[in-house]
């Protein structure tokens, strides 16, 4: 029978992972997924591509750490490793999706800002602070760290700025992805302990990165574009042969789904770099019945913690269908996703938090015309939940 993997029986640390594959009992992909589905609403293709991207590494991992695999016919055969980039609209899950599945494994894991990275010599950090973070991030266990995974958040403000050459010389775009080969592909990287400049007489730590898992994320505006330029060349013809007829609008939804390394090129990232992130994937724009559904459902959702602040009170929160399809539209025309949620409640339900503890009212109630109030900016006194007596 398969196991099944919940927030209760996930890996509690690393080591307790590699025992796992090391034992062959490592989630499979279908696991993954299926733990995915009790945290992440929607984003199906993503997480599918995620599970397979992370069993197949943690296979090699276990490969070149244990020699599984090395007494059968492929025991001349080495795995390379496989990088993962993931596009996606911001507030769309992809550092969620990120977190939760390295909380799955048990494994460390570090979120980058790559809008902080400059070439080294310049004034911002050396890409080498991103090992630093993941250190960190396990306590400077070495072993730890040298299986965990890191995300390179904003990985597409890398980008060169453009095609032309300039006497200024691109420190923070294409100089920092060049920067970045050699520790994604896999090398012996000297890491200042605290970050910062490295430094002459300051002892470094020595971080093989080969079994790191190095996941590039980024919204790359504007690469919708570039795929459907590419696809739809075709359309711009001129003179007798020039199309007339209508061009029907473009799924933008889909076109991530087409993307290719020439797309990825054309954006402004290196060919050396796209070569090293073989795995392409995207997460979905959210919408409103999306939104509703990732207030409500996830085991952590939005709605179950401010019920929990209430519980703490001796309340009962409740929200109605409409407010939620309010909550929800506001979302949407913010077009912050679901990240914009929090922000969207935190007003909503100023106000109560103010007054529950204080009240004798057990139940509470938040309709339509409650959430209307309060993100119309109306004052305190407007009361912005209905109450009722238990």
Not at 129 to 148: F, H, K, M, P, S
Not at 310 to 315: M, N, P, Q, R, S
Request: hydrophobic share 40%; aromatic share 6%.
């Amino acid at each position: 029978m398969a196991k099944t993997y919940t927030h209760n029986n996930v890996a509690p640390n690393t080591e307790s992972t590699l025992k796992r594959i090391a034992c062959g009992d490592f989630p499979t992909p279908k696991q993954i997924v299926s733990y995915l589905d009790s945290c992440v609403i929607g984003q199906n293709e993503a997480k599918k591509r995620l599970a397979v991207a992370v069993y197949n590494h943690y296979k090699r991992v276990a490969s070149k750490l244990f020699g599984i695999g090395d007494d059968g016919p492929f025991a001349d055969v080495e795995i390379d490793k496989s990088n993962v980039i993931m596009l996606g609209n911001t507030g769309t899950g992809k550092t969620f999706l990120i977190q939760n599945i390295a909380k799955m494994l048990g494994v460390p894991c570090h979120i980058h800002d790559c809008t902080k990275l400059t070439e080294a010599g310049y004034v911002g950090e050396d890409v080498e602070n991103i090992l630093t973070g993941l250190l960190r991030e396990c306590d400077y266990d070495i072993d730890r760290a040298q299986v965990g995974i890191v995300c390179l958040d904003e990985i597409d403000k890398l980008a060169r700025k453009g095609e032309s050459m300039s006497v200024v010389r691109d420190v923070s775009g294409e100089g920092v992805q060049q920067s970045l080969l050699k520790i994604v592909e896999g090398d012996i990287v000297g890491v200042m302990p605290q970050g910062g400049r490295k430094h002459p007489e300051q002892p470094l730590i020595q971080v093989d990165t080969t079994n790191i898992l190095f996941i590039g994320m980024g919204a790359f505006c504007g690469l919708e574009k570039i795929v459907e330029k590419r696809l739809h060349k075709d359309s711009a013809t001129i003179g007798f042969n020039q199309k007339t007829a209508a061009v029907k609008e473009p799924n933008t939804e889909n076109l991530l789904d087409k993307v290719t390394a020439a797309d990825l090129s054309s954006f402004g990232m290196i060919p050396e770099l796209i070569g090293r992130f073989p795995v392409v994937t995207h997460t979905n724009p959210l919408g409103k019945d999306d939104l509703k559904r990732i207030i409500q459902f996830p085991r952590n959702a939005i709605l179950k913690q401010y019920q929990k602040l209430a519980y703490l009170d001796g309340k009962t929160l409740t929200f109605n269908d409409e407010a939620l399809d309010m909550i929800a539209d506001v979302a949407l025309s913010n077009g912050t996703g679901a990240r914009g949620l929090r922000g969207i409640l935190e007003t909503v339900l100023t106000d109560f938090m103010f007054d529950a503890a204080d009240s004798k009212e057990r139940r509470l109630l938040v309709n339509k015309y409650c959430v209307e109030r309060a993100l119309q900016g109306l004052s305190s006194s407007a009361a912005p939940v209905s109450r009722k007596r238990a």
